[in-house]
């Protein structure tokens, strides 16, 4: 009984302690957020550009859905936008403030 007892409060203990891997979730989160966001404005720019005879229909739709998505990967990857560092401090002073907090 003794040993479920001690088990279970270090177990709270470990919970209230940040992960190590904790910045590299947010770092993370942060760039597929900004990669997502850039995926739609990549998206609403080709739109924009006449492509001729050779489009129209739902094989041009979905071929422009991925061209979208792999440039705003690039772009996210380059980190040159600073959305996904704005992001992540945001999500870290979050943290930063709960843990302070709670």
Excluded: C, H
Aim: charge should be negative.
């Amino acid at each position: 009984m003794e040993i479920l007892e001690g088990s279970t409060s270090s177990a709270i203990s470990a919970e209230k302690q940040p992960k190590p891997d904790a910045p590299n979730e947010a770092k993370e989160a942060a760039r597929k957020f900004e990669s997502l966001f850039l995926s739609q404005v990549v998206d609403e720019m080709i739109k924009t550009v006449d492509i001729g005879s050779f489009g129209g229909g739902d094989a041009e739709e979905k071929w422009r859905s991925f061209l979208a998505t792999a440039v705003a990967d690039e772009i996210s990857l380059q980190g040159n936008t600073g959305i996904a560092q704005s992001i992540e401090t945001a999500i870290n002073s979050y943290k930063s403030a709960q843990n302070q907090g709670g």
